[in-house]
């Protein structure tokens, strides 16, 4: 066999893998209760919870991933190697360990003290940000670190023989060019955190109308045989992640982000 042929094998195996899972999913729905799920009052909140705090924790993730991936991948400094594998951390741990480690953090003095004069997370749509902040953001500096690996220092060496400045050269030369690395981290950062589930149900629990995203809204359903509640909300799930992946693949494409 070619290795074309082979190739060609593995990814259709690899298709053929999601799709029978997905299909598997008509065998349950119910179309005379879908806009009823849809439409209640408790799907919104779950709808826009997720939605929210995906992009929050996006956001924050983002805005951490970025300096650390590029002091990581332009700069020699001690520790460097074990806070690069550190970043292995939400890959290495299953979400429910993180969640836990989060717990017992916050039975910790100094966590005691942060939720009595700072911020309570525990049981809180706060918990819900933490805990998907925590499960993404080593994830997202591994994939922009991965795309200012692929930028030469020396375009940044030669703005600065210019007179730039180290922020100046970064700005102007360096994000330009990995934009599209950066973009694409955020976009899988995004989806990560919105089907969170592990760390998101041992910090912040199963309170509906409270703490109930999608991803715990399909667990609540299931916890009391609603199956076919649970299949349209993970069809909702699905929906959401597919329709803003092929949305950003298509702003990619067109670079009408730039």
Do not use: H
């Not at 919104?44 to 300096?67: E, K, N, R, W, Y």
């Not at 993404?136 to 670190?145: D, E, I, Q, T």
């Not at 409270?210 to 609540?220: F, K, N, Q």
Request: contains cysteine; positive net charge.
């Amino acid at each position: 066999m070619k290795l074309k042929q082979l190739c060609m094998v593995a990814v259709s195996a690899t298709f053929l893998l999601y799709f029978v899972l997905t299909v598997s999913l008509a065998y349950f729905f119910s179309g005379t209760r879908f806009w009823e799920v849809l439409l209640s009052e408790r799907m919104v909140f779950s709808i826009q919870l997720s939605i929210l705090a995906a992009t929050v924790s996006m956001g924050l993730a983002m805005l951490l991933a970025v300096p650390t991936a590029y002091a990581l991948s332009r700069y020699e400094f001690f520790g460097k190697t074990l806070i690069d594998t550190m970043l292995e951390l939400p890959m290495i741990v299953s979400p429910a360990a993180i969640g836990a480690m989060l717990l017992i953090f916050f039975n910790t003095p100094i966590g005691e003290w942060i939720q009595t004069n700072l911020q309570q997370f525990v049981f809180t749509v706060y918990g819900i940000v933490l805990a998907q902040f925590i499960t993404v953001v080593g994830v997202a500096a591994r994939m922009v670190k991965a795309a200012l690996d692929e930028i030469p220092p020396r375009y940044e060496a030669v703005a600065r023989t210019l007179g730039a400045s180290s922020f100046a050269a970064f700005r102007t030369t360096t994000l330009p060019l990995c934009r599209r690395g950066i973009f694409a981290a955020a976009i899988l950062t995004w989806s990560k955190a919105i089907g969170e589930f592990g760390a998101t149900i041992t910090v912040a629990g199963t309170m509906a109308m409270r703490t109930e995203t999608l991803p715990i809204s399909v667990y609540m359903r299931l916890a009391i045989s609603d199956i076919e509640g649970a299949v349209i909300s993970i069809c909702i799930l699905l929906f959401i992640g597919f329709s803003v992946l092929y949305a950003a693949r298509l702003i990619v494409k067109r670079g009408t982000y730039a």
